[in-house]
Nanobody, 128 residues
Framework: QVQLVESGGGLVQAGGSLRLSCAASGRTFSSSTMGWFRQAPGKEREFVAVIRWRSGRTYYADSVEGRFTISRDNAENTVYLEMNSLKSEDTAVYYC?????????????????????WGPGTQVTVSS
């Protein structure tokens, strides 16, 4: 029902900024909680940020708090991840994901298994 495609990744110098986009197709985008995850080589996929579909509330991993901002434009069926003050440890493949589940617990959406749809990912490389 929902297809996701990320874009905006690339090579950036430490301290720089990038904005990732996730374009969604399907009529259920506005009713889905949207999250961003990332996976570095040899590491498991980890939670980055989430925006709730109902309230619009956001939540971030400690590692990106204060540097990254998640937002969405329902009219354009797009979710964004603005990344500032990038560090070399931010280097990873970034994935957007959509969850059809409803939960009042924010940490519910930090778990990979709670998401129903995933994009193919976009590479972000931060050089030091």
């Amino acid at each position: 029902q929902v297809q996701l495609v990320e874009s905006g990744g690339g090579l950036v110098q430490a301290g720089g900024s990038l904005r990732l986009s996730c374009a969604a197709s399907g009529r259920t985008f506005s009713s889905s909680t949207m999250g961003w995850f990332r996976q570095a080589p040899g590491k498991e996929r980890e939670f980055v940020a989430v925006i709730r579909w109902r309230s619009g509330r956001t939540y971030y991993a400690d590692s990106v708090e204060g540097r990254f901002t998640i937002s969405r434009d329902n009219a354009e069926n797009t979710v964004y991840l603005e990344m500032n003050s990038l560090k070399s440890e931010d280097t990873a493949v970034y994935y957007c994901a959509a969850s059809k589940s409803v939960s009042s617990a924010t940490n519910y959406y930090t778990r990979r298994e709670k998401y129903d749809y995933w994009g193919p990912g976009t590479q972000v490389t931060v050089s030091s």
